[in-house]
Each structure stands twice: as C-alpha cells, then as structure tokens.
T-cell receptor, first 114, second 113 residues
C-alpha cells in the first residue's frame, strides 16, 4: 500500500520569500503524484501533477514541484509567495494500473505573513 | 462549464439518524469519488463510482454507502450516525477512469450531535 508523508504541518513565511513544502511517498510500484490546495471553506483545487516525463512539473499560480524517484520525494516550491497563497496544501499519490483512488498526506498549512 | 455541485452544504443531525448527501459532477464526467475530511484523520477515500458501478472502496464500515445514477449524479448515505462521522464530505469527479485531475466540490459539512 502507498502512503504519503508531509513533513511540516505548518509553514509560516514572509511575503515575497521563497517556500518549499515537503512531501515523501512510499510505494513499491510506479506512482502518479499530485499537489492540491484548499482555501478556507472550499474544496480542493489541483496545483500540479506528475504522471510521467519531465521530473520538473510546473503548475498554476507560479508553483512547481520536482519528482525525485531515488529519494521518493515530490516537494512543492514557489520562488516568491503572496498573501493570497495562504492555504492548506495536500500532497497525494495514486498508484498506477487499476488503482484510481488518491492517498493524501496530512496537509501543510502555509501562512504568508506581511 | 459548471463545477462539481454538492448539496446540502451544511447539515446537523443527531446520533442514530441517517443522512444522504448529493453530488452532481461536471458535465461529461463519468467518475465520481467521495472523500471524508476530518481534523484528526485528514482526507480519507470512501469510494469511487464509474458508470453506476462502484469501482473502488475505502476502509469504512458498511454504514457508509453510495450509488451513482445514469446521469452520473451520485449520492452517499451514512446510516446510524455516530459523533465521529462529523466531517466535511467531499465529492470529486473526473472524465475517465485513468489517474488524473480530480475536480472537487466545496463539500457537505456534517455535524452530528
């Protein structure tokens, strides 16, 4: 079975500073990886996904993530954050083949400070 | 294109009652999944439906059930409610059966008293 670990539950950062949200996964087979964002009182929105190909994935709102198979990581980065990026971020994995459900990490609350 | 619509958005029930939540997927999407979100357990997969058939089920008791209609709309039902069932229930749809982007609704927030 696959699992996802988000190493930081809370990440405070000042506006315009860079940020990295960490995600590690465990799976014995090939995986698909996702980052979702959840704003207060809303559902989840896809930021970016890795299915295959280039290990550097660019998403919406200036976010990007790098798939590292040897370290089983999929860290999310943004070079300069804005107040509006304050939200909870979830890393998720879906195992290739017949399994279609997503297994989510516990989430990282990103708080951007003025 | 309208997004995923969930009703009701908020509801309050008491222990022992049952509840039915509804989800209308994005037009053309045939796959609907349900997730439970709680502060303690995070996001947990309940089940997925595709073309009216349950394709996958999470590790939840039989009190949690669902179905999908021919128009892809889905309902989930929780019977004999317990306090621990208080959660945000999220529905998500996608166009096919392969892994890919899930489009989430805003959720139905259930409070069990």
């Amino acid at each position: 079975a696959q699992s996802v670990t988000q190493l930081d539950s809370q990440v405070p950062v000042f506006e315009e500073a860079p940020v990295e949200l960490r995600c590690n996964y465990s799976s014995s087979v090939s995986v698909y990886l996702f980052w979702y964002v959840q704003y207060p009182n809303q559902g989840l929105q896809l930021l970016l996904k890795y299915l295959s190909g280039s290990t550097l994935v660019k998403g919406i709102n200036g976010f990007e993530a790098e798939f590292n198979k040897s370290q089983t990581s999929f860290h999310l980065r943004k070079p300069s954050v804005h107040i509006s990026d304050t939200a909870e971020y979830f890393c998720a994995v879906s195992v290739g083949g017949s399994a279609r459900q997503l297994t989510f990490g516990s989430g990282t609350q990103l708080t951007v400070l003025p | 294109k309208a997004g995923v619509t969930q009703t009701p958005r908020y509801l309050i029930k008491t222990r022992g009652q049952q509840v039915t939540l509804s989800c209308s997927p994005i037009s053309g999407h045939r796959s609907v999944s349900w997730y439970q979100q709680t502060p303690g357990q995070g996001l947990q997969f309940l089940f997925e439906y595709f073309s009216e058939t349950q394709r996958n089920k999470g590790n939840f008791p039989g009190r949690f059930s669902g179905r999908q209609f021919s128009n892809s709309r889905s309902e989930m039902n929780v019977s004999t409610l317990e306090l621990g069932d208080s959660a945000l229930y999220l529905c998500a749809s996608r166009s096919g059966t392969q892994p890919g982007e899930l489009f989430f609704g805003e959720g139905s927030r259930l409070t069990v008293l």
